[in-house]
T-cell receptor, first 115, second 115 residues
Framework: DAGVIQSPRHEVTEMGQEVTLRCKPISGHDYFFWYRQTMMRGLELLIYFNNNVPIDDSGMPEDRFSAKMPNASFSTLKIQPSEPRDSAVYFC?????????????FGAGSRLTVL | AQSVAQPEDQVNVAEGNPLTVKCTYSVSGNPYLFWYVQYPNRGLQFLLKYITGDNLVKGSYGFEAEFNKSQTSFHLKKPSALVSDSALYFCAVRDPTGGSYIPTFGRGTSLIVHP
């Protein structure tokens, strides 16, 4: 398995533009997560899905952020409009639900810079 | 509620010396505990976990961690540090009795191993 695949790895955009980050989880994993990492706030959980259904989006900063998971092999995180304070590294992760473990496998991250 | 604390932002150690990265947690019941490592420009990678059983858990790259229920700690250790161990280390906790499937991550500790 190629692991969790994220794209793009780097994105530089201007304030007000729409940003779409993409992720392909590991096949067979039924939990899926979007995280954001910044120096100031550390690692923040934005939203997670179970079997493609959003379960908890309380970590999504505001309505400018939206996440979708149309099928088990693809998810997007969209920011519209983007702002400089959205600059961060965004990670997706997936896990296979079983008793106790819930070890997360992370992608390599998408580094977003909003100018 | 579940929470985890990593009291040190940074740990410095000389190559060949033993290292310890500290983690304390708070949960209502018996915890599931995890350590992850993040190398520069990479996603988090799973190192080891404690679910039940032996309090001393061995993981990847020669790391181990000891679960101490009375001190609510799960410190990460390695007998002899390598320069290549320099990275950001995250402790995570999950309280299975609390109904959450989602681990809570600490803020991370930067380990710097000097040649």
């Amino acid at each position: 398995d190629a692991g969790v695949i994220q794209s793009p790895r780097h994105e530089v955009t201007e304030m007000g533009q729409e940003v779409t980050l993409r992720c392909k989880p590991i096949s067979g994993h039924d939990y899926f997560f979007w995280y954001r990492q910044t120096m100031m706030r550390g690692l923040e959980l934005l939203i997670y899905f179970n079997n493609n259904v959003p379960i908890d989006d309380s970590g999504m900063p505001e309505d400018r952020f939206s996440a979708k998971m149309p099928n088990a092999s693809f998810s997007t995180l969209k920011i519209q409009p983007s702002e400089p304070r959205d600059s961060a590294v965004y990670f997706c992760a997936s896990s296979q639900g079983d008793f106790g473990a819930n070890v997360l496998t992370f992608g390599a991250g998408s580094r977003l810079t909003v100018l | 509620a579940q929470s985890v604390a990593q009291p040190e932002d940074q740990v410095n150690v000389a190559e060949g010396n033993p290292l310890t990265v500290k983690c304390t947690y708070s949960v209502s019941g018996n915890p599931y505990l995890f350590w992850y490592v993040q190398y520069p420009n990479r996603g988090l990678q799973f190192l080891l976990k404690y679910i039940t059983g032996d309090n001393l858990v061995k993981g990847s790259y020669g790391f181990e961690a000891e679960f101490n229920k009375s001190q609510t700690s799960f410190h990460l250790k390695k007998p002899s540090a390598l320069v290549s161990d320099s990275a950001l280390y995250f402790c995570a906790v999950r309280d299975p009795t609390g109904g959450s499937y989602i681990p809570t991550f600490g803020r991370g500790t930067s380990l710097i191993v000097h040649p």
